[in-house]
Nanobody
Framework: QVQLVESGGGLVQAGGSLRLSCAAS????????MGWFRQAPGKEREIVAR????????YYVDSVKGRFTISRDSAKNIVFLQMNSLKPEDTAVYFC?????????????WGQGTQVTVSS
């Protein structure tokens, strides 16, 4: 059974930092592209970042470039999202997702999400 469990969300002031973690089980972690998504109230879910199984390829949505960093620890089956210089508009539920394709249009496996709230 595949499980993705996010942690690390919380309340932070604008300009602060948070690091999200997503622990994966039930998959051969190194074979899966991992993505971080977010969904704010009243908005569609959007991809924030993704990283290939071998960590060679990464992608960031323009709004987080230079502020967020995605990484993975294949020994521990964890993917991270380091979020710096947070803004109120970063407030959302953040989800991690996994898919075996390199650049998936949709992801097969999803976590339950973790809330990130950035106060102004």
């Amino acid at each position: 059974q595949v499980q993705l469990v996010e942690s690390g969300g919380g309340l932070v002031q604008a300009g602060g930092s948070l690091r999200l973690s997503c622990a994966a089980s039930g998959i051969i972690f190194s074979q899966y592209t991992m993505g971080w998504f977010r969904q704010a109230p009243g908005k569609e879910r959007e991809i924030v970042a993704r990283i290939s199984g071998n960590s060679v390829y990464t992608y960031y949505v323009d709004s987080v470039k230079g502020r967020f960093t995605i990484s993975r620890d294949s020994a521990k089956n964890i993917v991270f999202l380091q979020m710096n210089s947070l803004k109120p508009e970063d407030t959302a539920v953040y989800f991690c997702a996994a898919d075996i394709r390199l650049t998936p249009l949709s992801y097969r496996y999803w976590g339950q999400g973790t809330q990130v709230t950035v106060s102004s």
